[in-house]
């Protein structure tokens, strides 16, 4: 039986669990197109796995840790593994003393949960733009600085020069913690260029771009005084060792992941403008499309898509918009996304789109 307001309300708080989905819109799984996680759906594929690395403890990986370094393009003393940049987001609210967080307005919520669950203060900054953040930062006065980059949905990206003004905008005690979980696609925005800068931490995510999230690897990149009590916090064993090889056999194949990089980009650009063809205005990244609407609108739209068995992610921390986030569609169902589209533009047209 369809509930797709139950579902919608799951929606809400991450994506991807395509069982619950399923059953709460009637649905096989194979019937449903998920957009709802960002996840790649060009899977690296990895070779046959040596069964010896199950037989011994995930002791953590030199090998690992030399390869991310020369793929992040920081130093190996910088570099820490850890299982998914979720296991950072959640201890590093853990390790500071009670502070002031400024984070998004719209952003990933498990930053919000994180440090409120722990018992630091919170307040917001509505957009990233060098002045809205400078004026938050002013105004608020905080010892933590949360960025995401780019931000998941609003797809904002910070510029290096703005990074280093807010860091000076800061405590001299001050952090700034940059979630970079979907920057692989576009290297060049990457922030570790400012790596140097005291309390700066960048965490990284594998299984978006290679589009393996049930390895559960990331990285935290930081200086080594900053990566020591992390790496104690995560306890030992923290990652895998099939995670660690499979780290290894993805961060160093460059030839993937350039073509990868093209590949992204060209399907991203097909959604981009297939959204805009039905009278959208998406905010794209080369891993994700999304839509700011007002509450109604937004509403509407994803529970118009939830009843084709089209799964967005749906953020409604805004008091005036809603963000719909869609995944990229593979070239196969990209075809069913625009004919639903095109259904309910003529069928809703004011209420959805």
Not at 231 to 248: I, K, N
Not at 330 to 344: F, T, V
Request: charged share 20%.
């Amino acid at each position: 039986m369809l509930d797709a307001q139950r579902a919608l309300k799951l929606l809400t708080t991450h994506g991807g669990n395509k069982p619950a989905l399923c059953e709460l819109l009637g649905i096989d799984e194979g019937d449903l197109l998920d957009l709802s996680s960002a996840v790649s759906h060009k899977a690296y594929r990895l070779p046959e796995l040596p069964q010896k690395l199950l037989t011994e403890l995930p002791y953590e990986s030199a090998e690992l840790r030399n390869i991310a370094a020369d793929y992040y393009g920081v130093l190996p003393a910088q570099v820490l593994a850890c299982a998914g940049s979720q296991a950072a987001i959640q201890a590093l609210p853990r390790l500071r003393a009670k502070s002031k967080v400024l984070l998004p307005e719209v952003g990933y919520a498990e930053h919000r949960q994180c440090w409120e669950a722990v018992g630091h203060e919170i307040c917001f900054y509505d957009g990233a733009s060098r002045d809205a953040v400078s004026e938050a930062l002013t105004k608020h006065q905080p010892e933590v600085l949360v960025l995401i980059h780019p931000n998941n949905p609003t797809a904002d990206i910070v510029a290096a020069e703005d990074l280093k003004y807010w860091h000076s905008l800061l405590p001299s005690d001050g952090q700034i913690v940059v979630d970079e979980a979907f920057i692989d696609p576009t290297p060049g925005h990457s922030l570790t260029s400012c790596l140097h800068l005291p309390g700066l931490v960048i965490l990284r995510s594998v299984g978006k771009f290679f589009g393996l999230p049930g390895l559960r690897l990331g990285f935290v990149l930081a200086e080594p005084a900053l990566l020591r009590p992390l790496r104690e916090a995560f306890g030992p064993w923290p990652v895998s060792s099939l995670a660690q090889w499979a780290g290894c056999q993805m961060l160093a194949d460059r030839v993937w992941q350039q073509s990868m990089i093209r590949e992204l980009q060209v399907q991203s650009e097909r959604q981009d403008s297939l959204l805009r063809a039905t009278g959208l205005s998406p905010r794209s990244t080369p891993l994700f499309t999304s839509l700011c609407l007002p509450h109604e609108q937004a509403e509407n739209l994803a529970l118009a898509l939830l009843e084709r068995g089209i799964a967005p992610r749906y953020y409604h921390q805004h008091p005036e918009w809603a963000w719909l986030r869609l995944g990229l569609a593979p070239a196969e169902s990209m075809g069913r996304l625009e004919q639903a589209l095109k259904d309910i533009q003529e069928g809703l047209p004011r209420r959805a789109i």
